[in-house]
């Protein structure tokens, strides 16, 4: 550890601005993300001073949006004093390297699914600061004469709507929904998959072929179909969306659970455990299921992804969040009615959408590579 | 292997039980009811409370369901509320359109895909793989719809305006001036139609493929026979189409079966922004005019060709893969 105990002027230049420390000390794959979010977190105030002033009094949104701003900068202060202080050898890293920790530097050595990571990371951001972010209203309808269609320009960057509505503001609110779906409808989902799955597999016999058989069912049914039915005839809400989407994306995350499951329950140690006549439900869930992570954080990042793709498919048909509320798909389906006129309002939500979803894809398949050695 | 396809087709009639009555009960738990589709302050309420009676809606659900079910089977779908026409006539007129429509792009996703993943294997890690690899994965993220939309603004409406020497046709299946065409005209004009919502469907999917068949080539080509061939002094060409390249399509093939439901979904946009009269435009319709009999109907259709479709590509697994045996 000696030979990496650097000089104090790494950690002083961190201490004035995260990351620096990391690139001085040869570390760039940390040091400039690190240093590009501070410096965009700083540069906020500078830009929107006045909005910022006046959002202690604004609405809610208004509010978490400046405490994103004042806590965000601190843990990424936090972060960088940390790491290169442990780098360094100054402080003791807090335990000894865990299975997440060896992924993690696995993951880091990939710098594709690193650039996914800062991807989603950015846009979580984005998300939350949106009403500090978004340079005009997203909702209010202004000069329709003048305002309608215009093309891309300076005051208004990706072009307006039919109603005068800037582009660029209404995508960066439409994150928030369309990221806020992908993660809870997943979380729901990845919930009742692993449940489902490793009750198939830990008791199999009759419970299995029964779970199983009404898995086959929803599997063949074509998705998108199921979706579009429940969503049209329940009228489309928040909770609705959410649900329906959490709901039908369980049996891709019951398939890898069961089969993971099923060649747990042989192994010795879930055996030990069963022998020394713990009950079920704590083999299941000390034993089994911290084995079966791995897999299921890799199909839920992919499946963020995915959902974030279907919530927008749906709203393209009309079947989201209702208008005036912005999301991704409905952009795209409002651009429609003028394509060939204003080629920007189907053109930019999508290639957001092609982002984001890409970000979670790469991530996924790093991360299926750093958690899973089997498959190096 | 009859023994087998035998029992797998027996396998799967609970199945579409199993999607029949889901479907059923769906629409059943669903707020509202189709009369509502003729509700209005000209009708008065006696003539709609005659209607439920006429659709059958006033019995109970255990009769509907049973009653349902039995005339379900045995080919009767019903009488659709919004057409005014038999339920089986819409489905007979549609569903050839839906199956060119998918099955082109099926033959072009196997195609496409399999050949960039046999192309980027054999140039593993060159920059050639990367940059296919690239392209591979941005459009494996992007929605179909989207896709749809950008090739309809570029190769239809923007080379219209631009004077391309080829502009697609933006929607339909065929042109107005059809019927007066001769026979390779008509053909000429069914292509050009079926270009751009067959390009949205391949693109997507065939990126998927692409993915998975360059690794399954990588795997096939450590394979022991491989270095045998090599060691034969085969031509390399050889080596790689003929011994590498038939191993390496077998998990392919499980996997376009796998693929089927994400191509009939995306079929269902593809129908609607193209205006291709195919059952995925029938059954958006149907759900938003809550066309109860035309839904139930078309999405069984849907369930039914993924099973079956299923069923084929396992079929065809045992077939291409003699050490394969199911006994």
């Keep these: ?376 | 292997m009859s023994a087998y396809i035998l029992r797998r087709l027996l396998g799967a009639v609970p199945l579409l039980l199993g999607i029949a009555t889901l479907v059923f009960f769906v629409l059943d738990l669903a707020p509202g009811d189709p009369t509502a589709f003729y509700f209005s302050p000209n009708v008065p309420p006696e003539v709609l409370e005659q209607l439920r009676i006429n659709y059958g809606l006033d019995q109970p659900v255990h009769v509907r369901y049973v009653k349902w079910m039995s005339e379900f089977f045995t080919g009767n779908f019903g009488f659709s509320f919004g057409k005014g026409r038999p339920v089986a006539d819409i489905l007979i007129e549609t569903l050839p359109n839906t199956l060119i429509l998918t099955g082109t792009s099926l033959i072009l996703v196997f195609v496409v895909g399999v050949a960039v993943g046999v192309w980027q294997a054999v140039r593993q890690n060159t920059l050639a793989d990367g940059l296919l690899g690239g392209v591979s994965l941005f459009f494996y993220s992007m929605p179909s719809f989207w896709l749809a939309l950008m090739l309809v603004l570029l190769f239809s409406l923007k080379a219209h305006q631009w004077g391309w020497p080829v502009a697609f046709p933006p929607t339909g299946m065929t042109s107005v001036d059809y019927d007066a065409l001769g026979f390779f005209g008509r053909l000429g004009d069914r292509a050009m139609h079926l270009a751009l919502p067959a390009a949205t469907l391949t693109l997507a999917l065939a990126a998927g493929i692409a993915r998975y068949a360059r690794g399954q080539m990588l795997e096939v080509v450590r394979q022991d026979y491989v270095r045998t061939a090599r060691a034969k002094g085969l031509p390399e060409h050889t080596v790689i189409l003929k011994h590498a390249l038939r191993n390496s399509l077998i998990p392919v093939i499980t996997l376009l079966g796998l693929y089927l439901p994400y191509l009939f979904s995306g079929a269902v946009f593809v129908e609607y922004i193209f205006g291709w009269p195919g059952m995925g435009r029938v059954i958006v319709d149907g759900i938003l005019q809550r066309d109860y009999p035309v839904v139930m109907a078309t999405s069984f259709l849907f369930a039914v060709m993924v099973v079956l479709g299923n069923l084929l590509a396992d079929v065809l697994y045992a077939v291409a893969d003699p050490r394969i045996r199911y006994e």
Aim: net charge positive.
């Design chain 1, 1 to 376: 550890m000696s030979e990496r105990r650097a000089g104090a002027a790494p950690v002083i230049a961190s201490a004035l601005m995260p990351g620096l420390g990391h690139l001085l000390g040869g570390v760039p794959g940390t040091g400039v993300p690190l240093l590009v979010g501070w410096l965009s977190f700083l540069a906020i105030p500078v830009f929107a001073w006045d909005r910022v002033r006046a959002a202690p009094l604004g609405s809610l949104d208004d509010r978490i949006a400046l405490i994103t701003l004042v806590v965000v900068p601190l843990l990424i202060w936090a972060a960088s004093m940390r790491s290169l202080l442990v780098r360094q050898g100054r402080a003791r890293a807090r335990h000894t390297e865990s299975q997440w920790d060896i992924a993690m530097r696995r993951l880091r050595r990939k710098p594709l699914a690193m650039a996914g990571l800062w991807v989603i990371a950015a846009l979580y951001a984005v998300a939350l600061l949106a009403p500090l972010l978004a340079p005009h209203d997203p909702i209010a309808q202004t000069d329709i004469v003048r305002l309608s269609y215009r093309p891309p320009s300076g005051e208004f960057p990706l072009g307006t709507d039919r109603f005068g509505r800037d582009v660029l503001s209404r995508i960066l609110y439409g994150a928030r929904i369309s990221l806020a779906i992908g993660f809870v409808a997943t979380a729901i989902s990845v919930t009742v998959g692993t449940a489902i799955g490793a009750l198939a597999g830990y008791f199999g016999r009759f419970v299995d072929s029964a779970l199983m058989r009404f898995t086959d069912v929803v599997l063949a049914f074509p998705r998108l179909i199921l979706l579009i039915l429940i969503v049209a005839l329940f009228q489309p809400s928040l909770t609705v969306i959410i649900l329906v989407l959490g709901l039908t994306q369980w049996p891709a995350t019951t398939r890898i659970v069961r089969g993971e499951v099923l060649s747990l329950r042989e192994r010795e140690f879930v055996q030990a455990a069963r022998a020394l006549g713990f009950r079920h439900t704590r083999v299941i869930v000390r034993h089994v299921l911290p084995n079966v992570i791995a897999p299921v954080i890799v199909t839920a990042t992919l499946g963020i992804g995915n959902t974030i793709v279907l919530e927008a498919g749906l709203a393209f048909l009309g079947l989201g969040l209702q208008p005036p509320t912005p999301t991704w798909g409905e952009m795209v389906n409002a651009g429609r009615e003028n394509l060939l006129g204003a080629w920007w309002l189907a053109t930019f939500p999508g290639l957001t959408i092609v982002t984001v979803v890409l970000a979670f894809n790469v991530l996924g398949d790093g991360l299926r590579d750093a958690l899973d050695p089997r498959l190096r």
